[in-house]
């Protein structure tokens, strides 16, 4: 057991950490939120090797200088479009850490020839399989948020056959190495399924569904981590653990929430895969399409009292979050109110367009959650929809045989006049027909989202 | 089942209600960057890590030696998570500025 002033350096680390994320609920202490948080981090290891059982700090301050340059690194370099699959990345590290720890624990505990008890083999085979798990499905949703590999679901038979017989193997496994901890086969048979179960689950998870399996490998590794503190009876591990188990849960049923799908449904039923390929046989709308030119979009535009903008990932993909700012900068110095609707899965993680927005220099107030907005539309008088579709298909509200009825859509339809600024009239992607579109206040603007924004704001100039 | 156990337990049920008081009152606007701060603080397990590599340094039974390998290879891993995931989430929260405080 470590010294007392050690513990109670990892209750105050402990109080920080809430201290810190209580601060997250407003935009203006969030800031310091996180500074607090990390001062926690701070002491708790600082607090750490003060421990006396520590015997060298070489190899330590080595080890942590590493880890630190490559994360100091990455932090400073990646591209905000890209903070998912870093997310990703990191959540693979936290939970493959956890793994290790609770490896190294067993074998510590086998080599000083005391095998664990069954109230630590039992959090040890945890930490290692959940660890494990976090690890390399963290490392798949990076590749495929990176393009690395395919984003769209990679499905074979008897997948979830197989899954479940692993799963079933991996029970059976972990129960023996809790029955007798000594033999090592078992734990070499956790691991290696462990690794395995991790990628299998996540391949068959299609681009779209990114934001929640992000959301749950953050939970992961909190419980990870958990698990690492019950094996080594250490409460500042387990208390951490527990507060990002929780955030990760959080975030998970809002997303699916948001999608209106069960998590079973998002884990298992490798959506987008038939939009994929009979997406070609959907195009054909029905109704007339109006499309419109860059002048007139402007005339509405300036004509307007007050505009809502519904960004979607596409504007994010065209780099257009300036030229829009820039847009709406115009439009708010002729009097005209702006806000942003943001829909809770635009951009591939949880809150991602906010952060896009923020980084083109959008002031906080004007981005608006779905919720809010909603009730407000009828009295708006354009809706300029870019590189978003399925987020405002009335058909999830209207028509019981969509595939994406009764997910909650930015209810443009009830605006004034719609301007959907979009490359062509193919489907999102979920290859679903969107009667937004055909509807009589819709004027379609085809075009790059970032061109067709920039030509927009020089029509307005000349207006 | 022992006394530490059910304290264990009492800390691990009391921080999971906590930790879902303070997380659902966080707004929408700002779910990523509470998703890469929770990120940095599940590094946690960097505690664990140095504990372990720390105490096994020099060991000279082969398991010892097996462990302080991979508590060394947890240090640096939880190390990335820690101080990328802190840095990254500043670096987004000062990104958002009210519209007092815009430059240019």
């Not at chain 1, 708790?44 to 190899?59: H, K, P, Y």
């Not at chain 1, 948020?145 to 984003?151: A, E, P, S």
């Not at chain 1, 927009?456 to 000349?462: A, G, I, Q, V």
């Not at chain 2, 606007?29 to 372990?52: F, R």
Request: one cysteine or more; a negative charge.
């Amino acid at each position: 057991m470590s010294h007392p002033l050690i513990l109670f350096c990892y209750l105050v680390a402990a109080v920080l950490f809430i201290v810190g994320l209580k601060r997250l609920s407003s935009p203006k202490s969030a800031a310091s939120g996180n500074l607090v948080a990390a001062v926690g981090m701070l002491l708790a290891i600082a607090a750490t090797l003060l421990d006396r059982e520590i015997v060298s700090f070489t190899g330590l301050i080595v080890a942590m200088a590493i880890g630190s340059a490559i994360g100091a690194a990455t932090a400073y370099t990646v591209k905000m479009t890209a903070m998912p699959q870093m997310v990703a990345v990191f959540n693979g590290f936290g939970g493959g850490a956890s793994a290790l720890v609770a490896s190294a624990e067993l074998l510590r505990r086998l080599g000083a020839g005391e095998p664990p008890e069954v109230a630590v083999a039992i959090p040890i085979v945890l930490g290692v399989l959940i660890g494990s798990i976090t690890f390399t499905g963290s490392l798949v949703a990076f590749a495929k948020l990176q393009d690395l590999m395919t984003g769209q679901p990679i499905v074979f038979p008897l997948q979830q056959v197989l899954n479940a017989l692993l799963a079933l193997a991996l029970v059976a496994a972990a129960a023996l190495l809790v029955l007798d901890p000594a033999d090592l086969n078992p734990f070499w048979v956790v691991v290696g399924i462990s690794l395995a179960l991790g990628i299998l689950l996540v391949v068959p998870i299609g681009g779209a569904d990114m934001p929640v399996v992000i959301s749950l490998l953050n939970s992961y590794s909190g419980l990870a981590a958990c698990a690492t503190g019950f094996a080594l009876e250490n409460h500042g591990l387990i208390i951490a653990g527990s507060l990002v188990g929780a955030s990760g849960l959080i975030l998970t049923m809002i997303m699916c929430r948001a999608m209106n799908r069960s998590l079973a449904n998002v884990m298992f039923g490798a959506f987008g895969q038939a939009g994929g390929a009979g997406g070609a046989a959907a195009v054909a709308a029905t109704g007339t399409v109006k499309s419109g030119t860059a002048e007139e979009a402007a005339m509405i535009l300036e004509a307007a009292r007050s505009v809502v903008v519904v960004p979607g990932y596409g504007l994010a993909v065209a780099q257009a979050q300036h030229a829009v700012r820039r847009l709406c900068d115009q439009l708010s110095d002729r009097g005209i109110d702006v806000k942003y609707a943001i829909h809770p899965v635009a951009g591939r993680m949880p809150g991602h367009m906010n952060v896009l927005l923020a980084e083109a220099d959008v002031p906080y107030e004007q981005l608006v959650e779905m919720d809010e907005i909603n009730p407000q539309l009828p009295n708006t008088d354009v809706a300029l929809v870019i590189g978003a579709n399925d987020v405002t298909n009335p058909d999830a509200r209207e028509n019981s045989n969509s595939p994406i009825y009764g997910m909650p859509i930015i209810e443009v339809d009830h605006c004034k006049t719609v301007i959907v600024c979009k490359r062509s009239m193919n489907p999102g992607f979920a290859g679903i027909d969107n009667p937004l579109f055909t509807l009589d206040n819709t004027m379609m603007y085809f075009g790059d989202a970032k061109t067709s924004v920039e030509d927009l704001s020089r029509e307005l100039r000349e207006l | 089942m022992t006394e530490a156990f059910v304290l264990t337990i009492t800390v691990f049920v009391l921080a999971i209600y906590v930790g879902w008081e303070v997380i659902t009152k966080v707004p929408p606007i700002l779910h990523t960057p509470l998703m890469s701060g929770s990120n940095a603080i599940s590094g946690i397990t960097i505690i664990g890590a140095l504990l372990l590599a720390g105490k096994l340094e020099g060991k000279d039974d082969l398991w010892g030696q097996v462990a302080w390998a991979l508590g060394m290879i947890a240090v640096v891993f939880a190390m990335i998570n820690v101080v990328g995931g802190f840095l990254v989430t500043d670096r987004m929260l000062r990104m958002f500025r009210s519209r007092g405080e815009r430059k240019g």
